[in-house]
T-cell receptor, first 114, second 114 residues
Framework: DAMVIQNPRYQVTQFGKPVTLSCSQT?????MYWYQQKSSQAPKLLFH???????NEADTPDNFQSRRPNTSFCFLDIRSPGLGDAAMYLC?????????????FGPGTRLTVT | KNQVEQSPQSLIILEGKNCTLQ??????????LRWYKQDTGRGPVSLTI?????NTKSNGRYTATLDADTKQSSLHITASQLSDSASYIC?????????????FGTGTKLQVIP
């Protein structure tokens, strides 16, 4: 049973053309995270929501925005994708923000920028 | 600075053989350590989790060990199968209370060949 769903799995966008990636969860978790993972690198946290509270990482570019309209859904908006934004984007959820809570990851969306 | 280092970066083994992956961390204070398996193009899936007081944890053919004094962990895979080919990521979390970012290692890429 799918618990964290990401759509689409593969996304191609043009340089500078806004793109939105979506994530939904059936776990009813409070926290949803967005990570960026480039080839052979560790996932890098972009931001997370605790319920409706948005928490941005200090080094996340302004080009990246997020929306969480309800518990189940969270979106990642890239306003003006550059070639350097090509990566795998992972959505994760957890029942709380303490490190003791496991993060459940979705399958990821691979973004290509042409 | 919290860091998680994994070795080797990549490994090729014959099907049926055993292997051991290493993880050294400098995350402090320590809450727990997880090993994730990430198939190519997929999100990470949790294999084991260990807290400070746990020395070993098994999940089928996967056995993780933790030495909190030396801040080292290992993941031992027994009787490897072709489906074990993946990246294995060590993830360390800070305090158990309040929000703590998890720190990801860059992973060990394992290839099991017939």
């Amino acid at each position: 049973d799918a618990m964290v769903i990401q759509n689409p799995r593969y996304q191609v966008t043009q340089f500078g053309k806004p793109v939105t990636l979506s994530c939904s969860q059936t776990l009813n978790h409070n926290v949803m995270y967005w990570y960026q993972q480039k080839s052979s690198q560790a996932p890098k946290l972009l931001f997370h929501y605790y319920d409706k509270d948005f928490n941005n990482e200090a080094d996340t570019p302004d080009n990246f925005q997020s929306r969480r309209p309800n518990t189940s859904f969270c979106f990642l908006d890239i306003r003006s994708p550059g070639l350097g934004d090509a990566a795998m984007y992972l959505c994760a959820t957890s029942g709380g923000t303490s490190g003791s809570y496991e993060q459940y990851f979705g399958p990821g969306t691979r973004l290509t920028v042409t | 600075k919290n860091q998680v280092e994994q070795s080797p970066q990549s490994l090729i083994i014959l099907e049926g053989k055993n292997c051991t992956l290493q993880c050294n961390y400098t995350v402090s204070p320590f809450s727990n350590l997880r090993w994730y398996k990430q198939d190519t193009g997929r999100g990470p899936v949790s294999l084991t989790i260990m807290t400070f007081s746990e020395n070993t944890k098994s999940n089928g053919r996967y056995t993780a060990t933790l030495d909190a004094d030396t801040k080292q962990s290992s993941l031992h895979i027994t009787a490897s199968q072709l489906s074990d080919s993946a990246s294995y990521i060590c993830v360390v979390s800070g305090n158990s209370g309040g929000y703590q970012k998890v720190t990801f290692g860059t992973g060990t890429k394992l290839q099991v060949i017939p």
